[in-house]
């Protein structure tokens, strides 16, 4: 029988609480950091091609979130050579330095998953399995932080994640199992 299966769930800033008290507003945290948005979404199908020989399998899967690390902030020129972070006593910000406070800097997270399987009986005691995923990747502004800019993090990505696997098995009697297997991780970086 064909199947298939769904999941969603999300969450943003609005479910935040605030734990940020007068002691810690002293040594200049205003807000908590903050989980802009965060989701994960799956879907996959599968069922057999030919009954009782080939069945298959795939599914998708996008997640990711926006982090907004409390005090970071987007640069005001960002070809300066110095960043100063924005002035804060007694929780209040005094002056905003070379931070844009219009401008929260956030990092942006991004995940993919596409995945496939197929397995075919070869006989009555063996079967052959294929399986490849793809996972690509971005880390918008990894290193973010309360004293370092969005312009000075670095991204990265890769768009090439990969694994690709085939195994072969065989019942040649109730003792013995032969497997034979072979497994490729293509896998680049920016």
Known sequence: RFSS?????????????NNVDDALRARGALRPSATKQQWDANVGFGGPLM????????????????QEPTGAYRALDPAAV???P????NGVITSANSADLSNPAINELRNHNFNGRLTMQTSSNSKLSVYADQM??????????ATT?????????????????????WTVTSKVLVEIGE???PDSWE
């Open 5 to 17: 299966y769904w999941y969603a769930v999300g969450s943003n800033d609005k479910f935040l609480s």
């Open 51 to 66: 009954q009782d020989k080939i069945w298959f399998y795939g599914s998708y899967r996008n997640y990711g979130s926006n």
């Open 82 to 84: 110095v960043f100063t």
């Open 86 to 89: 924005p002035t804060i006593v």
């Open 136 to 145: 690509p990747r971005v880390v918008g502004a990894n290193g973010l932080g």
């Open 149 to 169: 800019t969005y312009e000075a993090t670095t991204r990265y990505g890769n768009d090439i994640n990969s694994i690709i696997q085939a195994t072969w098995n």
């Open 183 to 185: 497994t490729v991780k």
